[in-house]
Structures are given as C-alpha cells and as structure tokens.
C-alpha cells in the first residue's frame, strides 16, 4: 500500500511561502497587492495563522511562477532549475539593453 502524504501544517505552508516569495524578490506588500489580498490576510498565511482559500492559492502559485502542487509539496524544490527559472524571471524584467549581458552571466552560474 503506498504511504498517504502528511498534508503541510499551517505553520509549514507560510514557512514555504515565504521561500517562494523571497526567492522572487517580493516584498509581502507587494505580493498580497499583486493577488489581490489584504496585506494583513497575507502576513497571517506567511506567519502560519491560517491557510489561503483556494482561489488566493491559485493566485499565489501564478504570482509567484510555481505550481500549486509546488507550493504544497512536502519540501520546496531547491534545485539549480528553480534557481534558473527565477533569475531568468528577474532578468526580463530589466531594460532590453542589459538582459543580453544578464542571460550571459546566468549561464556561467546555472547552465541553461
């Protein structure tokens, strides 16, 4: 019989929210501002008050380029792909003119 995943405490979620978020350079402000949530509502879910309903979880995992699954996953993925998709997420956000010398210097840190 296969072992039933332990779902994530509330606690564990926020701890794993906050990797995510901080990992996209986000401030809280501006993430609760980018889903649509109150920013107090945001650091209660961060801080492992209470678990997002599901339309907000949908909006966080859009937010913040990962998966719902991803987001309830036992252990947050920390792996060089994750690491890439960030940089290259933070990269086209920056002015044309310097994204050819950042995908550049991406690649001699994390292979593509």
């Given at each position: 019989m296969a072992k039933r995943k332990t779902p994530l405490s509330f606690p564990e979620f926020g701890r794993h929210l906050k990797y995510f978020r901080e990992l996209r350079g986000y401030t809280q402000e501006e993430l609760a501002e980018m889903?649509?949530?109150?920013?107090?509502?945001?650091g209660s879910i961060e801080r492992g008050k209470q678990m997002p309903t599901v339309r907000y979880l949908y909006r966080?995992?859009?937010a913040l380029c990962v998966s719902m699954e991803c987001l309830l996953a036992p252990n947050p993925p920390q792996d060089e792909t994750g690491i890439r998709d960030v940089l290259i997420h933070m990269i086209r956000k920056q002015p044309e003119a310097q994204c050819f010398i950042l995908y550049e210097l991406n690649a001699h840190i994390v292979p593509l």
């Open positions: 889903v649509g949530m109150s920013p107090n509502y945001y966080l995992s859009c």
